[in-house]
């Protein structure tokens, strides 16, 4: 399982990376200058302007790492080691 997140990682950072440069810095501002505290921001602004990018990485990782899975299973015998 860890040797598939290491291996997954950069793709999902890839989808995860544009999709949180799109958030501009100046909603996050807004959102202090109203008086919302940093979580608040993370929760009220980032978080779902960023969740379908977040979103469509772990579906793309969760696809890619079920077709990889199926075939290290199928390799795994009950003799093998």
């Known amino acids: ?29 807004c959102g ?11 929760r009220r602004i980032v978080l779902p302007l960023a969740l379908p990018s977040v979103i469509a990485a772990w579906l793309y ?4 790492t079920i077709r990889d899975l199926s075939i290290a299973i199928l390799l795994a015998g009950p003799g093998s080691r």
Do not use: D, K, S, W
């Open 1 to 29: 399982m860890f040797a598939f997140l290491i291996r997954f990682m950069p793709y999902g950072m890839r989808f995860c990376h544009a999709g949180i440069l799109a958030i501009h810095r100046e909603l996050e501002e």
């Open 32 to 42: 202090r200058t109203c008086g919302a505290g940093v979580l608040t921001v993370l």
């Open 61 to 64: 990782v969760f696809l890619y």
